[in-house]
């Protein structure tokens, strides 16, 4: 049973690049290489620029998840520590696939180095997976409130209401989080941790950072894209939030083909090659170069802990 469990996520992440992989390929039957790379080419200077910023402000949100994390446990770690780490979490789990999962590992022996209980990482990890959760869902309910008309991309024959409807009821469910928040609902208590309701200022703040990421993430595609056919950037955030989301319910490693289908099926009006492009650009930006970068990270930080472990016991 313990085997199985073990190959149970890379097996869902293959069967859904595999399924992802196959319906590409008949959407993009009539793309050349030429064509991709045309497009790819085509990008401007500005284009590049304003993806590498929109990049920044990611990753630099992704910290403010850990941060949240720490300040409703009650623990005191070094922007500079939190920062590196939740960048090495996320370059990781956002390329490997059982985000959840990968990202715990990282976050167990970074944190644990700073004095936090099992329990208090596995607080920390179920968080910042909330606190991601809380955004996508505050987002898609705007986009279905301004956009109502964007599910007919993914699903014809559902009609416009239905956005309208979706979108208010995710809207009710955020508001009583928040005023649960302020009644303040006891804690719940298990022999493991404790899991105690975030306080009012914590949960304003999950309801800032969270969509700034997903703004900044979706921001890459959109300032990648050209403006023939583009549909604006509020519809590229609903593409993106639904592809994303997509990406990481499939556990496939880097969202590999989850995304460039989504993307290509919902931008009926936009060049195959252009969307192509501007995923490329996305994943050079936002998974690549972090993923390498993450890796350096934590040669050097085994390292040092190698080090420290042989001149005696860590405190």
């Known amino acids: 049973m313990s085997r199985l469990r073990a190959y149970f996520w890379p097996i869902v992440g293959l069967a859904a690049i595999i399924f992802s992989v196959h319906a590409l390929y008949h959407e993009l039957s009539g793309l050349s290489l030429d064509d991709f790379l045309a497009s790819f080419k085509a990008i401007s200077l500005k284009s590049w620029l304003l993806a590498i910023g929109a ?10 998840y850990d941060k949240l994390a720490l300040d409703h446990l009650g623990h005191r770690i070094s922007l500079w520590f939190i920062t590196v780490c939740s960048f090495t979490t996320y370059a990781l789990s956002h390329n490997l696939g059982a985000s959840v999962f990968s990202g715990a590992v990282v976050r167990y022996r970074a944190y644990r180095s700073k004095g936090l209980t099992p329990g208090e990482v596995g607080v920390l990890v179920a968080f910042c997976s909330f606190t991601f959760a809380l955004g996508t869902l505050m987002l898609s309910a705007i986009v279905l409130l301004v956009k109502p008309e964007i599910i007919e991309r993914f699903a014809e024959f559902l009609p416009v209401e239905m956005s309208l409807t979706t979108g208010v009821l995710i809207l009710i469910v955020i508001a009583l989080y928040v005023i649960g928040s302020l009644v303040g609902f006891p804690s719940i208590r298990t022999r493991w941790f404790q899991l105690h309701y975030p306080k009012p200022a914590i ?12 703004i900044g993430a979706a921001g890459i595609i959109y300032f990648a894209l050209p403006e023939a056919g583009n549909p604006g950037f509020i519809v590229i955030l609903g593409i993106f939030l639904a592809s994303f989301s997509a990406a990481l319910l499939s556990h496939a490693p880097g969202g590999l083909g989850v995304l460039e289908l989504v993307f290509i099926a919902a931008l009926p009006e936009m060049d195959p090659a252009d969307v192509l492009a501007a995923l490329a650009i996305f994943r050079i930006l936002y998974l690549v170069i972090p993923f390498i970068m993450a890796l350096g990270v934590i040669l050097v930080f085994e390292r040092s802990r190698f080090l420290a472990e042989r001149r005696g016991p860590i405190q």
């Open 55 to 64: 990049t920044l402000v990611a990753y630099a949100a992704l910290a403010g």
């Open 203 to 214: 949960v304003l703040r999950q309801l800032v950072i969270a969509p700034v990421e997903l």
